[in-house]
């Protein structure tokens, strides 16, 4: 049953939502590389992945063995694999940031603004 009036309460949320000139927002993205979440889950799964192998070469079949030995290889190899990405994503993004905004480069960043007209 729908009427040409419908003032429901669905039918006014839905009215609200929307834009009256009726714009989208397009999210682009730049760059290409993973996020860090990607890079720690990845060295996690490396990681137990490789230590469920080398259970495998050590003979070890039981379901439980190996999946102590993918777990120990997880924490011990993976977590730091893990800290390392997350090092080396921090360092980036801190000189992404500097450079963008002209820290430590002579003549930009806070204090280092000319007044309009002076040369020197």
Known sequence: MNTADDTTPAATDT???TDEDGAQVL???RRRTPALGFWVLLALAVAFLGGTVVAWLAEVRA?????????????MVGLPLAALA???DAI????RRRRATGIGTPGRGA??????GSES
């Open 27 to 29: 999210l682009v993205r």
């Open 63 to 75: 379901p439980a063995g190996m999946l102590y030995f993918g777990v120990t290889a997880a924490v």
């Open 111 to 116: 204090g280092h603004h000319r007044a309009p």
């Open 92 to 95: 980036a993004d801190r000189c």
């Open 86 to 88: 997350a090092l080396v």
């Open 15 to 17: 009215a609200a939502d």
